[in-house]
């Protein structure tokens, strides 16, 4: 018997007991499936929401209330050329078992994944995690793809004619608002157009892209090509493996036409969006390109980032200082700076990209504040780490698949058991950066930087040569004291030191998403959003509003980087077309 056979058929027994335990309507048998370390993470597909469930107490209790009778049916093993059956190396739990299928439930299809391990105390393998979500609503599938001929549609319409009727139902009627055409936004507009969702996309910018066409010019993505993929729209196989700011930014203009995407540029929202409950419905106005347009949607949402402005901090005695002051925001590339000592505060991605910039373009001197801590990863070994989920020869979506299944929480878990791995996996490249004076850390209660791109959208770099840069000197590292005022010549720091400088560039993050929000809806309506960030994890390890009810009807978010916009996109579609059709509450 071969190991894909074992696996299988070790696959195939799991899955009998836990269909037997779904069709009997047994929440007992159910999580008797558990391992008693388990975690059951279920989007969309029990409740309409989005929970983690950690342990067998808590996932019996959950599923007291879900698992009738009918509610889940037609259990079946999901396999393809990427998906199948396999062991694979499960830390302290030793061999594990990856398991897919598919299910329904009364009103839409479903597919999970799970990871198995063997209990020790019945010797029986079982879920270490199951994550159940859903891929369409019954009776309401999102289309696959036309074929695009007249035939088709039996009339003698061009394409052209055809997209034209479209657009224009779309413009005097949209069902969704998304204010924001970056690559979060044209997703879930490409993502409600599949399941016939009338949206209209609005971009303040002249362009689509544009927001990246600004940004510094040594810019590329941080995560590999197949990561970064948009929903519906693989790269070309000639790809390169991070992708350069400007040849994205063309990427995502081409995508809103390929997609067939309703986007109007240089627009903006003019006063307050008015909402109304008895309707449903809001009053909005929108500057488009200087004429004035109401509409009048069913939903909105924020897709313009998750970070709100950039944080400039107001230092004493700014009119001394002689030299340039600006946010990495507003930084356009080194070659302006060579000759001169310049200081950059912040020790994240965009502040190392920075201080690259200015040692190749030969600034006189380039020094990094570091305030606090730092997590650093190198290039190789971040890419073998996304490479295992999102290989080069699979489907992107395979790879969205196994990530979203695993619960932050369990995620947190085994990256704080490999922590000590991790030290000793890039140990040369920490040694580089200690020599240069940097405090590093493995990220809150080390769980690594995957954790912090979900927290915090910043507080980390990946390296592509800084640490040689910090061991050489090129970079000064200046640590644990925060600029406290300007001098005429420079910035003095809380430990009483000072700085000479010609220049000074904040690399300071942002404020929170919400401060914009208010901005743009009021603080009255933003009163009716739950309180907290917006971004951000909640206590379950589930994200806070992005993608999912915020508690304004209507009033959605949609943030955080590709790798959370591409799987939520449709995740979002699909509660607001079970909003319309009753299923879901508002």
């Known amino acids: 018997m071969t190991q894909d056979s074992d696996a299988r058929n070790t696959a195939l027994a799991w899955l009998t007991r836990l269909a037997d335990a779904f069709s009997a309507g047994d929440p007992s048998a159910t999580t008797d499936c558990f391992h008693p370390d388990g975690w059951l993470r279920d989007a969309l597909a029990l409740s309409w929401k989005f929970r983690s469930l950690e342990g067998t107490t808590k996932i019996k209790e959950y599923l007291s209330d879900k698992v009738k009778p009918g509610s889940i049916t037609e259990v079946k093993l999901y396999e393809n050329a990427w998906v199948h059956p396999a062991f694979y190396p499960a830390g302290k739990y030793g061999k594990g078992l990856e398991v897919a299928f598919t299910y329904k439930t009364p009103v839409a299809h479903g597919r999970a994944f799970s990871r198995l391990v063997l209990e020790s105390l019945s010797g029986q393998w079982k879920a270490l995690?199951?994550?159940?979500?859903?891929?369409?609503?019954?009776?309401?599938?999102?289309?696959?793809h036309e074929y695009g001929i007249p035939s088709e549609r039996n009339e003698t319409l061009s394409w052209a004619e055809v997209y034209a009727q479209r657009r224009a139902l779309v413009e005097s009627s949209p069902q969704v608002l998304i204010v924001g055409a970056g690559q979060t936004g044209l997703m879930i507009a490409a993502a409600c157009k599949q399941l016939n969702i009338r949206a209209l996309v609005i971009e303040r910018d002249e362009r689509v892209g544009d927001l990246w066409r600004k940004r510094y010019p040594t810019l590329v993505l941080h995560t590999t090509r197949r990561q970064s993929e948009l929903l519906y729209q693989p790269f070309p196989a000639t790809w390169p493996t991070f992708v350069p700011k400007d040849k994205w930014a063309d990427w995502v203009e081409g995508y809103a036409t390929y997609q067939d995407l309703v986007v109007w540029t240089q627009s903006n929202l003019v006063g307050l969006p008015v909402y109304h409950d008895e309707s449903r419905s809001w009053d909005v106005t929108i500057n488009r390109q200087g004429q004035q347009k109401v509409v009048h949607p069913t939903h909105i949402v924020m897709t313009t980032g998750f970070l709100g402005r950039p944080r400039l901090p107001t230092l004493p005695g700014r009119d001394l200082f002689k030299g340039n002051v600006l946010h990495g925001d507003k930084f356009r590339g080194g070659p302006s700076y060579a000759g001169q000592r310049v200081i950059v505060v912040g020790a994240g991605n965009t502040s190392?990209?920075?201080?690259?910039?200015?040692?190749?373009?030969?600034?006189?001197?380039?020094?990094?504040?570091?305030?606090?801590?730092?997590?650093?990863?190198?290039?190789?070994?971040?890419?073998?780490?996304?490479?295992?989920?999102?290989?080069?020869?699979?489907?992107?979506?395979?790879?969205?698949?196994?990530?979203?299944?695993?619960?932050?929480?369990?995620?947190?878990?085994?990256?704080?058991?490999?922590?000590?791995?991790?030290?000793?996996?890039?140990?040369?490249?920490?040694?580089?950066?200690?020599?240069?004076?940097?405090?590093?850390?493995?990220?809150?209660?080390?769980?690594?930087?995957?954790?912090?791109?979900?927290?915090?959208?910043?507080?980390?770099?990946?390296?592509?040569?800084?640490?040689?840069?910090?061991?050489?000197?090129?970079?000064?590292?200046?640590?644990?004291?925060?600029?406290?005022?300007?001098?005429?010549?420079g910035v003095q720091f809380s430990d009483g030191t000072e700085l000479k400088a010609d220049s000074v560039i904040f690399a300071t993050g942002y404020t929170e998403m919400r401060d914009v929000a208010k901005e743009m809806f009021g603080e009255e309506a933003m009163a009716r959003v739950r309180p907290g960030g917006i971004y951000g994890l909640n206590e379950e390890g589930e994200l806070r509003f992005s993608h999912k009810p915020t508690g304004h009807p209507g009033l959605w978010f949609g943030a955080g980087g590709i790798m959370i916009g591409r799987p939520m996109a449709k995740q979002l579609a699909l509660q607001m077309k079970a909003i319309e059709l009753g299923l879901m509450s508002v």
């Not at 995690?129 to 696959?144: K, N, P, Q």
């Open 129 to 144: 995690s199951v994550c159940m979500t859903i891929t369409d609503l019954i009776g309401h599938e999102a289309i696959d």
């Open 352 to 489: 190392i990209d920075i201080c690259q910039d200015l040692c190749f373009h030969k600034a006189k001197s380039v020094v990094m504040v570091q305030r606090s801590v730092s997590a650093v990863t190198d290039t190789d070994t971040i890419n073998k780490t996304i490479n295992a989920l999102y290989a080069d020869d699979a489907p992107t979506e395979i790879g969205d698949l196994k990530f979203t299944s695993i619960p932050m929480g369990l995620f947190r878990k085994l990256r704080q058991d490999r922590v000590q791995d991790a030290w000793n996996e890039d140990a040369a490249m920490f040694d580089k950066l200690r020599k240069g004076g940097l405090n590093l850390y493995m990220g809150p209660d080390n769980a690594g930087i995957p954790l912090l791109v979900f927290e915090r959208g910043g507080g980390y770099w990946i390296d592509r040569g800084g640490a040689d840069l910090i061991a050489s000197g090129a970079i000064t590292v200046k640590q644990g004291a925060e600029p406290v005022k300007f001098t005429d010549a």
